[in-house]
């Protein structure tokens, strides 16, 4: 079947340092990869997406790119802020257009900006 | 804009007691709609989604159910609670237009069963 596989952390960085999260997936089909961030207390929020190899998506300076060969779309951050801190989650979803079926979710990064 | 709604937000309640958590959607019709369970340490799982009105399917066998009675209305029920029905429950939805393939989520259901 689906499966996500990322760190889980926590990741513990200080403030403006680079960040990046890794996220490995396999899917029996072509699948539509995301990131989903969820701050504390709250539901989860789309960060950003990709939909087909070597596309990336971008989002309040977050990035990732599909990378069919390899399997990944790790997410990154050139420098972070203490409001970063959250749990991010990787996604895919192997469906046509308009499917019904839910999304496979990795377990979830804990990642702790420290100022 | 569309939004989704659930409540109530933080529920306690006993083992052996009855649940109904409900989720409503605004904005957009005919949308395909989702509950996840978070449990504490794990990931989301997939409970039930639902393409249209009283159109279930149901991913994991549990002692929970859901219903829709309503185009843009998801029920999550169950009629006794176990310990392990603890988490946070949380609705989506998406749409069932080709190009869109995300799934939007609800604030969530904080459940302590005791």
């Known amino acids: 079947g689906d499966s996500v596989t990322q760190m889980e952390g926590p990741v513990t960085l200080s403030e403006e340092a680079f960040l990046t999260i890794n996220c490995t997936y396999t899917?029996?089909?072509?699948?539509?990869l995301f990131w989903y961030v969820q701050y504390p207390g709250e539901g989860l929020q789309l960060l950003l997406k990709?939909?087909?190899?070597?596309d990336k998506g971008s989002n309040k300076g977050f990035e990732a790119t599909y990378r069919k060969e390899t399997t990944s779309f790790h997410l990154e951050k050139g420098s972070v802020q203490v409001s970063d801190s959250a749990v991010y989650f990787c996604?895919?979803?192997?469906?046509?257009?308009?499917?019904?079926?839910?999304?496979?979710f990795g377990k979830g990064t804990h990642l702790i900006i420290q100022p | 804009s569309q939004t989704i709604h659930q409540w109530p937000a933080t529920l306690v309640q006993p083992v052996g007691s009855p649940l109904s958590l409900e989720c409503t959607v605004e904005?957009?019709?005919?949308?395909?709609l989702y509950w996840y369970r978070q449990a504490a340490g794990r990931g989301l799982q997939l409970l039930f989604y639902?393409?249209?009105?009283?159109?279930i399917s149901s991913e994991v066998p549990q002692n929970l159910s859901a219903s829709r009675p309503q185009d843009r209305q998801f029920i999550l029920s169950s009629k006794k609670l176990l310990l392990s029905d603890s988490g946070f429950y949380l609705c989506?939805?998406?749409?069932?237009?080709?190009?869109?393939?995300?799934?939007?989520f609800g604030p969530g259901t904080r459940l302590t069963v005791l």
């Open positions: 996604a895919l979803r192997v469906s046509p257009g308009g499917g019904a079926d839910g999304l496979t």
């Open positions: 899917a029996t089909g072509y699948p539509s």
């Open positions: 904005g957009t019709s005919n949308p395909n």
């Open positions: 989506a939805w998406s749409s069932t237009h080709l190009i869109y393939n995300e799934q939007f």
């Open positions: 990709a939909t087909k190899a070597d």
């Open positions: 639902s393409v249209g009105i009283g159109q």
